[in-house]
């Protein structure tokens, strides 16, 4: 039923994207020889001498590849090369011998199709979009032509070549029925540059390959196979590619070629995931994807075991789109799932520069805090959240220094996180948090002294985090180490970027005070830059238990028709004119001045102990709100996020003078008039 359907889908481009063109008593080589961006496969066809000469005069299907795909190939262009670039249907058993064409219409094609080269190895046939693909070359246009003797021919234009898989040696025999085995268990026998896949095949034949385990190498199918080379155990020992591993390194039905390129790659279950699908087994998908114009290949353990941590594991594809008789196969620089470097030799080592680039500008002034990379060091489960390389850029790399250097400790510490187990992106710990808050932190333990704490939470479906008042999204979650996890970020924690009316309108906790700001532009003087501020914002759910207990006040406060009501209110929780820490406002309450806000008397803050945890806290006329979260630090001031909103029912009025708060009938009513008088 697929190969139908498939069919129908390839025939369809007869009268789609693909341009086929019908030109009567044109053979391929006069059809080529009119395209000068097709020269160099047509000289390669008209001056080597061997059997494709034979065909070209026949009934034949050619895969012509472009100049420039012709430039780009650095392998050897001989006869081989030349025949795998024709084709034959591949033969079913429907089939007579005498009924296999070598003349294939897109409609006929299948989903693969024969090599003429000796062995006859697959060219695989995909339908992407609009797009028919053969490997990983898209056809750009197609011709349906006639021989000189008047036998059907058929050319298709490709933007890349069809790399055959040759033996080292001319023996017909080694050319026949090549499979991932082959190539895993004898890779010196064939061309694949100096690259050896004995160690990895080594340690399979230890795991029983051969003896009833991994059959899908030997076995006929259509896989994705991904083959570590010997470099990659030059610093890992064999005795962690396990069972469960090796069969993550497999992909039942799929053809993952590293074209074209997504934008949306989406991850495909391997073998070892399907195996234990309703078991606590490790299950691992893998995608494939192309990162700064090189192929990748990512494992994705969605659920780990004692050995194996959940979590990401990248490893380069160093030559890929290897056509064998079961699918195709990638040589990649490590293996898959197998987590094999710490955090510290991921970012304190002299290395990390020159081998993991994308951690590069953080490494260098993490390894400037030798402390802070032998805690990493000893850590036996932590979370490092790492800034891009991109984001130290915002500000100039004089001003950068400057600024980690004057409070390195502290900024550091913030991309620290020791709080087993290591915070992955889909945590329940954030996914579904505890805390009254509705959202998930850790304290920041480096220095030892830090008060600090990272916040966490998901929005849009992706990880978002908080330190030292700078919001971050994770732009690359998970990254496996055997010690913890990394995320890669977007910002520099601790460095302040955003005003504080940016920094309201951002942050989850703190969306309902931004509303209300809104009302006749109260917002707007706190993105001023000549001012300095302190704020402290009520969090989200302090205005939801306004909302139950004060329920016409809250009801006033947000309809909007009653600006100076808000204005009033967010007024007594704020300063203009400085920027103070919370260790500053505790320090003017212990010397009698307490906070002094826009409007009504200062407000006291002071820190006590609860239940064993120092707490801080302000308090005026009876209200006492917990600070939850102190010291966000903007560039014009200081948001402390407090639990409660400083208020009474009598502080919401309808007048501007003091007149207490009417009844619920008398809201309604002067509502009702001013609704009337519009």
């Not at 490590?334 to 020159?354: F, Q």
């Not at 939801?544 to 809250?554: E, G, R, V």
């Amino acid at each position: 039923m697929v190969g139908v359907v498939l069919n129908t889908v390839i025939g369809m481009i007869l009268f789609m994207g693909l341009g086929l063109q019908f030109t009567a008593a044109e053979s391929i080589l006069e059809m080529l020889g009119r395209r000068t961006q097709y020269s160099k496969f047509t000289d390669l066809l008209k001056t080597k001498e061997g059997l494709h000469t034979a065909y070209l005069d026949n009934y034949v299907t050619v895969f012509a590849p472009s100049n420039d795909a012709m430039d780009m190939f650095k392998g050897i262009k001989d006869e081989n090369f030349i025949l795998n670039h024709m084709a034959s249907v591949y033969p079913k058993p429907e089939l007579q011998r005498t009924e296999v064409s070598s003349a294939i219409a897109t409609a006929e094609m299948g989903e693969r199709l024969t090599s003429l080269m000796p062995g006859h190895p697959p060219i695989w046939v995909r339908m992407i979009t609009s797009n028919l693909y053969v490997n990983q070359a898209r056809v750009v246009f197609t011709f349906a032509l006639e021989s000189s003797s008047g036998k059907k021919q058929f050319l298709y234009l490709i933007d890349s070549v069809l790399e055959p898989l040759v033996p080292t040696d001319d023996k017909i025999e080694d050319f026949v029925d090549i499979k991932a085995g082959d190539l895993l268990t004898n890779s010196g026998s064939y061309k694949i540059g100096d690259f050896s896949t004995k160690k990895f095949a080594d340690r399979l034949e230890t795991l029983g390959l051969g003896k009833g385990n991994f059959t899908e190498f030997n076995s006929f199918g259509k896989f994705t196979f991904f083959l570590p080379i010997d470099s990659a155990f030059e610093n890992l020992t064999l005795s962690t590619i396990d069972y469960e591993v090796v069969r993550a390194h497999m992909v039942p039905d799929r053809l993952m070629f590293t074209k074209p390129q997504k934008r949306r790659v989406e991850s495909m279950p391997t073998v070892q995931y399907n195996a234990s699908r309703g078991s606590s087994n490790l299950r691992v998908m893998a995608k494939v994807f192309v990162k700064d114009n090189v192929p990748m290949v990512e494992s994705q353990t969605v659920v780990g075991t004692k050995a194996h941590k959940r979590g990401t594991v990248d490893a380069k594809i160093v030559l890929a789109n290897i056509p064998v008789q079961n699918g195709i196969v990638h040589l990649i620089d490590r293996p898959l799932v197998v987590m094999a470097a710490t955090l510290w030799e991921h970012l304190c080592t002299e290395k990390t520069g020159k081998h993991n680039m994308r951690f590069r500008d953080f490494a260098k002034y993490l390894q400037k805090s030798p402390k802070l990379c032998e805690r990493i060091n000893k850590t036996s489960d932590a979370t490092l959240l790492v800034p891009t390389n991109e984001a130290f850029r915002f500000l100039s790399a004089s001003e950068m220094d400057g600024k980690i250097s004057a409070d390195a400790e502290r900024i550091l510490g913030l991309h620290f996180i020791e709080h087993p187990p290591a915070i992955l992106a889909d945590d329940v710990r954030v996914t579904n948090p505890q805390d009254d808050s509705g959202m998930f932190s850790v304290p920041a333990l480096f220095p030892e002294d830090s008060e600090e704490r990272v916040w966490f939470w998901n929005k849009d479906g992706k990880l978002h985090v908080d330190g030292g008042g700078i919001e971050a999204e994770v732009v690359e979650a998970n990254v496996g180490a055997s010690n913890g996890v990394i995320h890669s970020i977007n910002r520099v924690l601790g460095i302040p970027q955003d005003t504080i009316e940016r920094k309201l309108a951002r942050d989850p906790m703190m969306s309902k005070t931004f509303d209300l700001g809104k009302q006749e532009h109260f917002n707007d003087q706190l993105n001023k830059t000549d001012l300095q501020f302190t704020f402290l914002v009520p969090t989200d759910q302090a205005w939801d238990q306004i909302k139950k207990d004060f329920a016409t006040a809250y009801k006033v406060l947000f309809m909007g028709d009653f600006f100076y009501q808000v204005h009033h209110i967010l007024e007594r929780h704020l300063q203009v004119g400085a920027k103070l820490s919370i260790n500053e406002l505790v320090k003017a309450s212990q010397e009698g001045k307490g906070f002094e806000v826009m409007r009504g008397s200062p407000l006291q803050v002071s820190t006590q102990e609860d239940n064993g945890e120092m707490v801080t806290t302000v308090s005026k006329d009876g209200i006492v709100a917990r600070v939850v979260r102190a010291n966000i630090e903007c560039t014009n001031g200081y948001i402390h996020l407090i639990d409660k909103v400083v208020m009474k029912r009598r502080d919401v009025t309808l007048g501007g003078g003091g007149n207490v708060l009417p009844s619920i009938i008398a809201i309604i009513t002067t509502w009702m008039v001013s609704s009337l008088l519009r």
